[in-house]
């Protein structure tokens, strides 16, 4: 008998993966949700849609992204050959991007006339301010308070772009805080608004939605090593914080049973935690399955199941939950979690920029780390596509402060 | 017209609470909500959020609520207590244990905004209600639509909570107009009593609800004007 098909499965239209998943709102949300799940099932099969897609994608965004060899880090590293899947040359600098014109456009169906959207290091609010602009949509952007403080750069940009950037005081101050306000936004004006959430995460449908719009990308490495001649990769390896670039990656592949997938969440300062706060944010190492924000999946959190707060380098892994989808994955053995800490991650953003020249986000280089831990252990005839999600210049004030932190500080004072 | 009001559970401390359930109890309040706090309260606007964030650093546990709920039961022993939290909060805690536990404190009825009917498949949240007697407290909203309404009129017990508007919990100058039409739809297809909350502040607003609701619900207005003048002013609110 033929095996079911993970792909159709992780894509069902109720929004449920095991016990995971689903759509936990409150009763004034669940018409929204109802609405959207019932447009997006339309939108994916209209070739009007599709064609409107493809089009933002590629004379927009610049899709589709390079896949490159990295010669000269499979030399260095002697084993498997290792592709880089450049996420970081879309328009604004991420992946983010496929999903946030996917969604303005379900809007514009919508008829709504305005987006909002969450951000934690800003790069999403980001994208999502960009699409309000291109098609026309008002824009209000919720940013915990401690983010909007650390993140000028981005507020700056986001607010050139015509948008309206709201710190969110309540609670940390941070990525979870921001959702609440948006998903509060959203139920105070449910008729004019279209919550564009920002990863595989919330309520149905988002996951099923974000992952679809994020297939692209694995969609694109298939027929790119097609045309090189080489065969489908024997490894994926993508970060995992919300887990949209790890499921762009991975969902192309999950029939391919040779293929092995392998997600690497933020290990922080290392696997230790208090009773309110972790140093890490690797949900698959001590998390447990509970309901917040919408939906069921591993979240980190104590005994009587209030969520803690994490830790990461990169702002874009530093969250309590993950995605649905992708703990359903772990639990039937497709996806292999994995974790790489702060200072495996900065390293290897290094290596990474002096052997291929390219600077990969933070996020994307604790991808680059578990590369580097596998890649001299595999055969050479062997091959590792990893996502390189965003790119780093994002992050100069983290990895500038690190990495040369005596003379950008004296820099940043000569600035003032 | 009967009253619904209502505490978080460890704000400002455990036993301001209990003091600030007293009074409310006291000037006449029926019905009381008492919360559990929750690190991420998505039905609740920035007051009652607050109090939980407040709540939360003060330690407050779910088996404070209950021994709370225990001592105000002896204390009034005729008024219904109810408790609100989220989903989560019984899932760690054990759904089944949960109910066992509430039942067992003297609770009338739970009200989880994150615990829809549509999931009780995976939640068995309304029938671990139904097996120790609590009344799961469905909610409605006014963008519910007919189908729907119908299938929560299965699953109504107790009496059903209809939000008065769009938005989060909050204290808001007036009740929308268009309340009262809204109202007499869901009086069509829910046949227990129907209790109206989301933004009720003051005794003109009760009394507008008059002939149309049977129990109007006053939430983060209580912890405003604690925060203002103390058990007196929430004594007002009820009294007038």
């Known amino acids: 008998m033929k095996k079911p098909s993970l792909k159709k499965y992780i894509l069902n239209s109720r929004g449920t993966f095991g016990e995971y998943g689903g759509c936990y709102v409150p009763e004034m949300l669940m018409p929204i949700m109802e609405e959207l799940a019932f447009e997006f099932f339309h939108a994916k099969k209209d070739p009007k849609f599709r064609a409107q897609l493809k089009d933002l994608y590629n004379n927009y965004s610049g899709r589709p992204t390079p896949l490159t060899f990295c010669a000269n880090l499979t030399k260095k590293m002697g084993g498997a050959k290792i592709y880089l899947k450049n996420e970081g040359q879309n328009l604004t600098g991420a992946h983010k991007i496929n999903h946030c014109l996917g969604q303005a456009l379900l809007a514009k169906r919508l008829k709504k006339k305005r987006l909002i959207a969450e951000t934690g290091a800003g790069q999403h609010g980001l994208a999502t301010a960009t699409v309000a602009a291109k098609l026309g949509l008002k824009c209000t952007i919720y940013m915990g308070a401690k983010d909007y403080d650390r993140q000028r750069p981005n507020v700056f940009w986001m607010e050139q772009l015509g948008a309206t950037v709201i710190p969110v005081h309540a609670g940390g101050q941070i990525l979870r805080d921001a959702i609440n306000e948006a998903l509060r936004d959203l139920l105070t004006n449910p008729q004019d608004t279209h919550y564009l959430l920002g990863t595989v995460c919330g309520p149905h449908p988002y996951p099923v939605m974000n992952t679809y719009f994020q297939s692209i990308v694995g969609a694109e490495i298939r027929k790119q090593l097609k045309r090189e001649g080489a065969g489908v990769p024997d490894l994926l390896i993508a970060s995992v914080g919300g887990g949209s670039n790890a499921m762009g990656l991975f969902y192309e592949f999950l029939d391919d049973p040779d293929v092995k997938l392998i997600g690497v969440e933020a290990g922080g300062k290392g696997i230790t935690e208090t009773q309110k706060k972790a140093q890490h944010a690797a949900r698959f190492q001590t998390g447990r399955t509970g309901v917040a924000e919408g939906f069921q999946s591993k979240f980190l959190q104590d005994k009587d199941g209030q969520l803690k707060e994490t830790h990461s380098i990169s702002a874009g892994l530093d969250y309590s939950g993950v995605g649905p989808q992708l703990a359903y994955l772990e639990e039937i053995g497709r996806v292999k979690m994995t974790y790489a800490l702060d200072r495996e991650v900065l390293s290897a953003y290094t290596l990474l920029a002096q052997t291929e020249g390219i600077f990969a986000a933070l996020e994307s280089a604790h991808a680059v780390a578990e590369v580097i831990k596998r890649a001299p252990k595999m055969k050479k005839k062997q091959s590792i596509v990893f996502n390189c999600s965003g790119r780093g210049d994002k992050d100069l004030f983290i990895t500038a402060q690190k990495l040369d932190r005596k003379r950008f500080r004296a820099y940043l004072k000569s600035q003032l | ?240």
Request: charged share 20%; glycine share 8%; proline share 5%.
């Open chain 2, 1 to 240: 017209m009967k009253l619904m009001t209502h505490i978080v559970a460890g704000y400002p401390t455990l036993g301001e609470s209990e003091q600030i359930a007293r009074t409310l109890l006291d000037s006449g309040s029926g019905f009381l909500e008492i919360q559990i706090p929750f690190s991420d309260p998505i039905a609740d606007g920035p007051v009652i959020a607050a109090a939980n964030q407040i709540a939360l650093q003060n330690g407050t546990r779910p088996r404070d609520a209950f021994i709370l709920l225990r001592k105000l039961h002896e204390y009034a022993p005729d008024k219904k207590l109810l408790i609100m939290t989220y989903f989560n909060i019984l899932k760690q805690y054990g759904v089944e244990k949960f109910c066992r536990d509430a039942a067992r404190s003297n609770c009338y009825g739970l009200i989880v905004p994150d615990a829809p009917i549509d999931e009780e498949a995976h939640t068995h949240y309304l029938a671990s209600c139904k097996k120790y007697g609590l009344h799961a407290i469905q909610i409605i909203s006014p963008i519910t639509p007919e189908t729907r309404l119908k299938k929560i009129a299965q699953a109504a017990s107790g009496f059903v909570y209809c939000v008065a508007r769009f938005g989060v919990t909050g204290a808001q100058k007036k009740l929308p107009q268009e309340l009262g039409g809204y109202l007499q739809r869901v009086r069509k297809s829910i046949k227990v009593a129907l209790a109206v909350g989301f933004g009720i502040s003051k005794r003109a607003h009760i009394a507008a609800l008059q002939n149309k609701a049977d129990i109007a619900v006053i939430g983060s207005q209580i912890i405003r004007e604690y925060q203002k003048s103390g058990l007196s002013g929430v004594a007002k609110i009820i009294t007038g």
